[in-house]
């Protein structure tokens, strides 16, 4: 659970709601004896949205900590119905992968299938 619609106005939200379901989760992980957490945090740095990787920061210490079996995502943006947007932007990040410059940001901010986080998870 996190805050919809992330936006740099909604610092205080994040804390108040990001922070707060990790610490919930990862409790009710341990007390129903959970093997294996996964948290979908997001991409490192996302330059506009700082407060809001920090947060995620934050959140992935208390997954770790946890002392629980974790897998930490970080997507750049999850694509669903009405946002799909991205998706415009596959061609480029084909193209800055194959440049030498660009090409270890473009593996960062590329695009992961869902089947492809479930097989490797699995």
Known sequence: MGVS????WKAAQ???VDLASVQASTAAALRAGVEHFVYVSVAHPAPV????W??????EEVALEAGLRT???RPWYV???GHRWPLVLQPLLALFER???????????GFVKLSQMIDTLV
């Open 5 to 8: 619609r992330p936006a740099p």
């Open 14 to 16: 994040f804390e108040a």
């Open 49 to 52: 949205m700082k407060a809001y």
């Open 54 to 59: 920090r947060v995620r920061a934050r959140c």
């Open 71 to 73: 897998t930490l995502l």
């Open 79 to 81: 694509l669903g119905p």
């Open 99 to 109: 440049l030498p410059a660009t090409r270890a940001t473009a593996r960062r901010l």
